[in-house]
Each structure stands twice: as C-alpha cells, then as structure tokens.
C-alpha cells in the first residue's frame, strides 16, 4: 500500500486551523503562502516529493 502525501493540503489546513484561532494572523499566513508558492512556482518544485 502506497500512501504518497503532498505539501498542500497539509498546507492549507495548518493555515485553517491558525485562522480559526487566531485571526490576526490571516495577513501572516497569505502572505507567506503566496511567497512560498511564488518561490516553488519560479524555481520549480523539482525534488521537493513528501
């Protein structure tokens, strides 16, 4: 049984969760969501496979 797991999601929940909690810290968690991807979209993901 292969079990593959992605960034992502796991990503995005962790991002929900903080949300839920602590709503300030929605400026935080965008911003620092577009940078990542941004960055991954530039210079590719590449090896970056969990």
């Known amino acids: 049984m292969n079990i593959s797991l992605s960034l ?7 991002a929900g969760i903080l ?3 602590v709503p300030r810290l929605l400026n935080y968690i965008v911003a620092v969501y577009l940078i990542v991807i941004g960055l991954i979209g530039l210079f590719g993901a590449g090896n970056l496979r969990l």
């Open 8 to 14: 992502a999601p796991i990503v995005s929940l962790i």
């Open 19 to 21: 949300i839920l909690v």
